[in-house]
């Protein structure tokens, strides 16, 4: 299992890159945090995704930050 936002789904051998992709974020307007560390934007398409991984995808918006619940 993997939990995106607070909710578990099945897991997936992703790379970030891709788990964002597969829920409709743009990785220009994210931060992505994992497992309680922001991971740096450079390596979102190298990093795997692992089982048992909680991830908290915050979109940026003008004026502020909202979260984007996948």
């Known amino acids: ?5 607070g909710k578990e789904q099945a897991f997936v051998p992703y790379t970030v890159l891709a788990l964002l992709q597969a829920h409709g974020f743009q990785a220009a307007t994210v931060a992505v945090e994992c497992n309680g560390e922001i991971l740096s934007r450079e390596n979102w398409d190298k990093q ?6 909680v991830y908290e995808i915050i ?12």
């Open 48 to 53: 795997l995704v692992a089982d048992g991984d």
């Open 1 to 5: 299992m993997v939990t995106v936002n």
């Open 59 to 70: 979109r940026f918006v003008v004026g502020g930050w909202a979260w984007e619940w996948a």
